[in-house]
Nanobody
């Protein structure tokens, strides 16, 4: 089992920045990818960014150039630096940690709210 604890959400004006953190504990050696999904009201949960243990990174197109995902494997922590925030970034952000193939099982954090005012 893996436990994920998130921090760093909040309310910010458009154009502002926030940094999310997510610390993993438990059977962390079973994890490959870590990252973030988000879910806005009335919408499906979508992948925002992910980073593998070796540093391979993927971003969803709307956040490219504005968000940066990073990871500290010694601290088992993943970060999401969000700059130039837009109202459409408003959502609940969920940290995840995924085991390698073939299982590809996702552990989830409790979620943290990000609200961007216009």
């Amino acid at each position: 089992q893996v436990q994920l604890v998130e921090s760093g959400g909040g309310l910010v004006q458009a154009g502002g920045s926030l940094r999310l953190s997510c610390a993993a504990s438990g059977n962390v050696f079973s994890i490959n990818y870590m990252g973030w999904y988000r879910q806005a009201p009335g919408k499906q949960r979508e992948l925002v960014a992910e980073i593998s243990r070796s540093g391979s990174i993927n971003y969803v197109d709307p956040v490219k150039g504005r968000f940066t995902v990073s990871r500290d494997n010694r601290k088992n922590t993943v970060y999401l630096q969000m700059n130039s925030l837009k109202p459409e970034d408003t959502a609940a952000y969920y940290c995840f940690a995924r085991t390698p193939a073939p299982r590809n099982y996702n552990y989830w954090g409790q979620g943290t709210q990000v609200t961007v005012s216009s």
